[in-house]
């Protein structure tokens, strides 16, 4: 049983659409957090949620991106109108306790036309 | 170098053998994790080290830490074809936030039958 399902797998856009990706963070966890790989770069942090609150976010995370938990289960992203450059692989992550595993979902494939 | 750099990009070994991935970093940190990836695919947590461990074993890995060197290996030995992805280290830098992962490139490990 996956830690964390995400939906939508994969998602085509248009460019200037609003795009919302969900998390499903099974089981009892306290922090989660957004990710994002551009195809062929490294895994760069977005965010990070706490307590219904973000804790820290990175300079990628713009005023185009929010987040929220609004019904204590689903944890989205939302992107309010995408660019050709927001095209990458989103992961939710989540993890129990501060300092320990953190564990990813298998992503969210965005593709901006 | 940048935080969390792999080396090497790549490896190509046989099945059977021990396949040995390094990664260094330049600050200080509270933990380093590694993960895999198959291509397209989510991120599958392998181990976490703390910062005052020295060495770590899960199955067929094996992972150290050496933080006067700033640098941690991940030995994956007897390997298997279904060993081939592509690993990550990751560390949480003291003084950010523990769900903030910085990731390095990654090393292409491909396990030829």
């Known amino acids: 049983e996956p830690e964390v399902t995400q939906t939508p797998s994969h998602q085509v856009t248009q460019m200037g659409q609003e795009v919302i990706l969900r998390c499903v963070p099974i089981?009892?966890?306290?922090?989660f957090y957004w990710y994002r790989q551009i195809l062929g770069q490294k895994v760069e942090f977005l965010v990070s949620f706490y307590n219904n609150e973000i804790s820290e976010k990175s300079e990628i995370f713009d005023d185009q991106f929010s987040v929220e938990r609004p019904d204590g289960s689903n944890f989205t992203l939302k992107i309010r109108s995408t660019k050709l450059e927001d095209s990458a692989m989103y992961f939710c992550?989540?993890?129990?306790?501060?300092?320990?595993?953190?564990?990813f979902g298998e992503g969210s494939w965005l593709t901006v036309v | 170098s940048q935080q969390g750099e792999e080396d090497p990009q790549a490896l190509s070994i046989q099945e059977g053998e021990n396949a040995t991935m390094n990664c260094s970093y330049k600050t200080s940190i509270n933990n380093l994790q590694w993960y895999r990836q198959n291509s397209g695919r989510g991120l599958v947590h392998l181990i976490l080290i703390r910062s005052n461990e020295r060495e770590k074993h899960s199955g067929r890995l094996r992972v150290t830490l050496d933080t006067s060197k700033k640098s941690s290996s991940l030995l994956i030995t007897a390997s298997r074809a279904a060993d081939t992805a592509s690993y990550f280290c990751?560390?949480?830098?003291?003084?950010?936030?523990?769900?903030?992962?910085?990731f390095g490139q990654g090393t292409i490990l491909t396990v030829h039958p």
């Open positions: 990751a560390t949480v830098e003291i003084g950010t936030s523990y769900g903030k992962l910085t």
């Open positions: 089981s009892n966890h306290l922090y």
């Open positions: 992550a989540k993890n129990l306790l501060a300092g320990n595993t953190i564990y």
